[in-house]
């Protein structure tokens, strides 16, 4: 069964940039075949598009956070990341990993646990 | 840059059929996908290409889309189905609507 998990700081301090990583694992999983994406949720409010990739490098971003974001992958370990530079408040949130349905770059079908990280 | 508008809270009573609107320039033109979040919990898909619904998604749960409105519908509305609803779509960006509270009173 798949299942994907994200990893991040927790805790970053205003100015500061970081890095969160989706581990894809599960029965002969790979990333490959499929768009792979980023979505953030601020608490208490809506969900918020960062940024998705297919395997070959292609990347899309939201327009909003393109200049401070990176998404990127490691297909050797199965994970896909995402950079975020010069953190402010506004991007404390929970941060969910997700995969794009049908090796299409549209639904989100599968999704992580979420992982929360606070600017302070 | 595109919006997608949804009413902020829908109150249903339980087994009626509750209706949640998605609306946007031309959406008619694009597909829509709806997402289903309870507290703490990660979203779910419920209908993706406006009106499929994947494996394990009830049937009471439909899709439609046409000129400026996606609309979710869920009929025979259960309490289990209170939630966060959110519409998405793709619009030279993946843009997602402000999400819609739904109560069963």
């Known amino acids: 069964q798949l299942q994907l998990q994200e990893s991040g700081p927790g805790l970053v301090t205003s100015s500061e940039n970081m890095s969160l990583t989706c581990t894809v694992t599960?029965?002969?999983?790979?990333?490959?075949?499929?768009?792979w994406g980023w979505v953030r949720q601020p608490p208490g409010k809506g969900l918020e598009w960062i940024a998705s990739?297919?395997?070959?490098?292609?990347?899309f971003y939201n327009p909003s956070l393109k200049s401070r974001v990176t998404i990127a992958e490691d297909t050797s370990k199965n994970q896909f990341s995402l950079k975020v530079t010069s953190v402010t408040a506004t991007d404390t949130a929970v941060y969910y990993c997700?995969?794009?349905?049908?090796?299409?770059?549209?639904?989100?079908?599968?999704w992580g646990q979420g992982t929360m990280v606070i600017v302070s | 840059s595109y919006e997608l508008t949804q009413p902020p809270s829908v109150s249903v009573s339980p087994g009626q059929t509750a209706t949640i609107t998605c609306s946007g320039d031309?959406?008619?033109?694009?597909?829509v996908d709806w997402y289903q979040q309870k507290p703490g919990q990660s979203p779910v898909l419920v209908i993706y290409?406006?009106?499929e619904r994947p494996s394990g998604i009830p049937e009471r749960f439909s899709g439609s889309n046409s000129g400026d409105t996606a609309t979710l519908t869920i009929r025979g509305t259960r309490a289990v189905d209170e939630a966060d609803y959110y519409c998405?779509?793709?619009?030279?960006?993946?843009?997602f609507g402000g999400g819609t509270r739904l109560t069963v009173l």
């Open positions: 599960g029965d002969s999983v790979s990333i490959r075949g499929y768009f």
């Open positions: 990739m297919f395997h070959t490098g292609t990347t």
């Open positions: 998405q779509a793709w619009a030279t960006t993946l843009v």
């Open positions: 031309e959406l008619g033109d694009k597909y």
């Open positions: 290409k406006d009106s």
């Open positions: 997700a995969r794009h349905k049908g090796g299409e770059l549209r639904a989100f079908d599968l």
